[in-house]
């Protein structure tokens, strides 16, 4: 199975901040890579797909990118309702996987 | 607009056995694959099992394979997953899931869960 490493685990930031979430995959997954939001009890939303196109309705400021086996999501000025929990996930081949996940809270 | 609803979640002790359902509106169902997402409590998300188009192709993960069946009937736009031999381990939040595109899996749209607690 491919393994998918996240990191950091957690991350505290303040608004306005840039950060980048970054993904490694245990194999090449060229570029199958989604990444997720998901807020407290509320079902994840698809933020981006293949590795770095945008999804419809999804804020600028969120974007993705890939190197080798290595993929980031990065936020360029961390608002208000950025404050969530986010996953990686490979859909290269079977079973898919997801990372465990970066939770991001305030500062 | 696209909505997934999810049922027939509940309690169930260990050994037992589920079934549950996933209606599906606002797009032709008939046209996507589908998949099954769960998450345990306060824990990440997990790829559970995905059917195809016209229910041809099934995939599971190795956690579930031969305990859990995913299947489909267009014709009332409903997906279902058969839930045997329930565990501890299984209890969580099953999502359904739409995924969008035949060659790259992309999950675009999710339901709010129905949650399956497993225990004695």
């Known amino acids: 199975d491919i393994q998918m490493t996240q990191s950091p685990s957690s991350l505290s930031a303040s608004v306005g901040d840039r950060l980048t979430i970054i993904c490694r995959a245990s194999?090449?997954?060229?570029?199958?890579l989604n990444w997720f939001q998901q807020k407290p009890g509320k079902a994840p939303n698809l933020l981006i797909y293949?590795?770095?196109s945008l999804q419809s309705g999804v804020p600028s400021r969120f974007s993705g990118s890939a190197y080798a086996t290595n993929f980031s999501l990065t936020i360029s000025s961390l608002q208000p309702e950025d404050f969530a929990t986010y996953y990686c996930?490979?859909?290269?081949?079977?079973?898919?996987?997801f990372g465990g996940g970066t939770t991001v809270d305030i500062k | 607009e696209v909505q997934l609803v999810e049922s027939g979640g509940g309690l169930v002790k260990p050994g037992g056995s589920l079934r549950l359902s996933c209606a599906a509106s606002?797009?032709?169902?008939?046209?996507?694959?589908m998949n099954w997402v769960r998450q345990a409590p306060g824990k990440g998300l997990e790829w559970v099992s995905s059917?195809?188009?016209?229910?041809?192709?099934?995939n599971y993960a190795d956690s579930v394979r031969g305990r859990f069946t995913v299947s489909r009937d267009n014709t009332k736009n409903s997906l279902f997953l058969q839930l045997n031999s329930l565990r501890a381990e299984d209890t969580g939040l099953y999502y359904c899931?739409?995924?969008?595109?035949?060659?790259?899996?992309?999950?675009?749209?999710w339901g709010q869960g129905a949650l399956v607690t497993v225990s004695s």
């Open positions: 899931v739409r995924d969008r595109d035949t060659n790259m899996p992309i999950f675009d749209y």
């Open positions: 606002g797009f032709t169902f008939t046209y996507y694959n």
């Open positions: 059917i195809s188009s016209n229910g041809d192709d099934r």
């Open positions: 194999q090449p997954i060229y570029n199958y």
């Open positions: 293949a590795a770095s």
């Open positions: 996930q490979q859909t290269y081949t079977y079973p898919l996987t």
